[in-house]
């Protein structure tokens, strides 16, 4: 939360106090080789997210630190270099990494409002889980070390890439009517 600030340290995460200046919470192995980033959700401080060199981002409850929250979200094919929670909807996150490419995840199971987005298949299978890519920005030609949502508009994302292009994507309409209605 605001009186917390998270580091991302060789393999492990640590969130410290600002007030006391001491530890609070320590996730060991978070990201078995290497942690690159972390950030806390903006509407649930007890909830931080996290990427890796493992490829992965991961999604951690703080009461509970020893597992991630949510399934492990493997869409990159190298490392994970930034992860950022969208700063309007706790549903959105997106992740940047080493394979050139931006993940646009929807990890509305850990998210503040409750997901109403999917309905019942057939057989009874949930047509749309909670958890998926929504979109993949793969128009890097380097690898992406920062990824931002839009201060004016919460639908915009924008990443940078070492090949010094910055790239604007807007998440899918599909996807703002599944969070919005």
Request: glycine share 8%; aromatic share 8%.
């Amino acid at each position: 939360g605001a009186e917390s600030v998270a580091l991302a340290y060789r393999s492990h995460i640590q969130v410290i106090d600002t007030r006391s200046l001491k530890a609070t919470h320590t996730i060991t192995d978070a990201h078995v080789c290497g942690t690159t980033d972390v950030d806390f959700n903006p509407l649930r401080p007890e909830y931080l997210a996290s990427s890796g060199n493992d490829r992965f981002a991961k999604i951690w409850d703080l009461r509970k630190p020893d597992e991630p929250l949510v399934k492990v979200l493997a869409g990159h094919s190298h490392w994970t270099s930034c992860v950022r929670y969208n700063h309007v909807h706790d549903q959105l996150l997106a992740s940047g990494g080493t394979d050139n490419a931006v993940n646009m995840w929807r990890v509305a199971s850990c998210a503040k409002a409750p997901w109403l987005g999917g309905g019942e298949g057939v057989d009874g299978d949930d047509d749309d889980p909670p958890d998926v890519n929504v979109k993949v920005i793969d128009q890097h030609e380097d690898s992406v070390y920062g990824v931002a949502w839009g201060a004016a508009s919460p639908w915009v994302c924008c990443s940078l890439s070492y090949d010094g292009r910055v790239i604007l994507s807007h998440v899918p309409s599909a996807e703002k009517y599944k969070i919005l209605l």
